[in-house]
């Protein structure tokens, strides 16, 4: 008996075990695919930047994560604690443990505020269900004054988010006939507004065209919540009426306690084959992994077939390695109504064009797809 366990069930942990299912069926050897989850909550993510203008709502971003993946999976609702990777053996939070020939780690990134020493709940975030929701009623509350964004610490879930929540912030208080009355800032940690350098010649102008201060080489230091002040390392200090910050973030802290990683945890992972490395028969994909590109849903999605194919090649033993060519694909908002969309790989840096509305409108509809096609593993 071939046994598969798939660690995580949210977008590269559901796709990978539907992609997983389909495969091993084709090697008629006998096997028993398992998902493990502590919540069995599959979130969409990129719905946060929806919920905290309150033009979605948590629950319809959100599905059971059991009803994604086929009925002949095993479905295993518990938190993992730690691997006993010599003995391939999962350790559980329910007191139970779970054998594995072959272990795929999907468990994400999680928010890390304990990370720094300067988090308070007065910091807002959109970064979970319940931080998109404040956010919102403290943004249909602000009466005026200034609104500071900035990255608490990288790297962090999809890059263009903070941006988009800046963009957004600028037509939502335009739309609501006050945005005389709100100053808007980003800092980036970076010496532009955006990590890629062909988006960034496209979004940089934007920030001047919406009058939305930027400061660069602005790495979160300290906060003085009492104060209002936000200082960098880089020696600068600002003040703000609302703070927006990106959580520091950190992958499952099982991961460390294996000791499958150190610090944050971010796995090591291959970036083609994407085999752990210094781990026997393990892979991991999506926000969890330590592969230079984009946390994000699609890096998941396009990463998930590959996993697949090298566990099905490696039980039928055919000799051959998939390799992930890096690709990532995302909608980058620029305002209600107007997105750009990015694709790259490893090697071809993405041509973002211009914003435009079908972008926008394909954005709208990407969350029954999502849920319907892509978490599936239909395409
Ligand atoms: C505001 C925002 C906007 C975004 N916008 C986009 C976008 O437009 N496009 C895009 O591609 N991506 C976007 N993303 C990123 C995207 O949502 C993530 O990259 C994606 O969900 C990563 O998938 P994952 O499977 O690695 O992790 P997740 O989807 O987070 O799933 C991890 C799963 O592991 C489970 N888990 C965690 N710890 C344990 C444990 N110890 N034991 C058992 N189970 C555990 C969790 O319950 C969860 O179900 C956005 C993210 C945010 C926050």
């Known amino acids: 008996m071939n046994k598969v366990v798939v660690l995580g069930a949210g977008t590269g942990g559901t796709i990978v075990t539907n992609k997983l299912w389909k495969k091993l069926k084709k090697t008629k050897q006998p096997f028993e695919l398992t998902i493990v989850d502590k919540t069995f909550k599959h979130v969409y993510q990129p719905g946060f930047l929806f919920t905290m203008f309150n033009r979605d709502k948590t629950e319809n971003i959100m599905k059971d994560a059991r009803k994604l993946v086929p009925k002949g999976v095993k479905k295993v609702m518990a938190g993992v604690i730690r691997i006993d990777t010599e003995n391939k053996i999962i350790y559980l939070d329910n007191n139970e443990t779970l054998e594995y020939d072959y272990v795929v780690l999907a468990t994400g990134a999680r928010i890390a505020p304990e990370r720094v020493d300067w988090w308070d709940d007065s910091i807002h975030q959109f970064y979970t269900p319940e931080g998109a929701e404040k956010l919102y009623n403290a943004i249909t509350q602000f009466e005026g004054g200034k609104i500071l964004i900035a990255i608490g610490d990288l790297p962090y879930r999809c890059p263009p988010a903070p941006l988009e929540a800046a963009f957004l912030l600028d037509d939502y208080f335009r739309k609501k006939k006050m945005r005389d009355k709100v100053d808007i800032k980003f800092c980036s940690p970076l010496n532009r507004a955006f990590s890629i350098e062909t988006v960034n010649t496209v979004v940089q102008p934007l920030f001047k065209k919406k009058d939305i201060e930027l400061e660069t080489y602005f790495n979160v230091e300290d906060v003085d919540t009492e104060e209002k002040v936000i200082y960098s390392l880089e020696g600068s200090d600002d ?32 970036k083609q084959t994407l085999e752990v490395k210094g781990q026997e028969n393990m892979w991991a994909l999506g926000d969890t992994t330590d592969i230079p590109t984009s946390k994000a849903g699609s890096t998941a999605h396009y990463e998930a077939p590959i996993i697949a194919k090298n566990i099905y090649n490696k039980i039928i033993n055919n000799g051959k390695v998939d390799m992930y060519d890096g690709h990532v694909q995302c909608f980058f908002l620029t305002e209600f109504g107007k997105s750009l969309f990015i694709d790259f790989n490893y090697e071809n840096p993405p041509k973002p064009g211009k914003p435009a509305r079908h972008w926008w409108w394909f954005k709208q509809i990407f969350k029954p797809f999502y849920f319907n096609l892509v978490a599936t593993g239909k395409v």
């Open 239 to 270: 003040d703000y009426d609302l703070l927006i910050l990106v959580p520091p973030h950190a992958a499952q802290p099982y991961i460390v306690e294996s000791g499958i990683a150190e610090g944050a945890g971010w796995v090591p992972t291959d």
